[in-house]
Nanobody, 115 residues
Framework: QVQPVESGGGLAQAGGSLRLSCVAS????????VGWYRQAPGNQHELVAA???????NYADSVLGRFTISRDNAKNTVYLQMNSLKPEDTAVYYC?????????WGQGTQVTVSS
């Protein structure tokens, strides 16, 4: 089973950029779909972006054109490049791996965007 660990969160100004990383243990990481989700206080989990084992991506409308998800299977890592950040992007960002009938969540990383 793959266990993801997120990093790269922090504080950014509006219009700035951050890159999140999701590193997952397990030699079969390449077969997993990986999604980035976020949860702001008082809100439900929201899918931000996802990437399949073949590299197909999808994005929430709210981040389309600003965020880019990519994966490096050799490094067991999925990245979320976040550009043109907005205060409404402030949330805890979680990585979720799914595949083979199982899924795993990371512990989350805080992203705070100041106006």
């Amino acid at each position: 089973q793959v266990q993801p660990v997120e990093s790269g969160g922090g504080l950014a100004q509006a219009g700035g950029s951050l890159r999140l990383s999701c590193v997952a243990s397990g030699s079969i990481f390449s077969i997993y779909r990986v999604g980035w989700y976020r949860q702001a206080p008082g809100n439900q989990h929201e899918l931000v972006a996802a990437i399949t084992s073949s590299g197909t991506t999808n994005y929430a409308d709210s981040v389309l054109g600003r965020f880019t998800i990519s994966r490096d299977n050799a490094k067991n890592t999925v990245y979320l490049q976040m550009n043109s950040l907005k205060p409404e992007d402030t949330a805890v960002y979680y990585c979720k791996t799914s595949g083979g009938g199982t899924y795993s969540w990371g512990q989350g990383t805080q992203v705070t965007v100041s106006s």
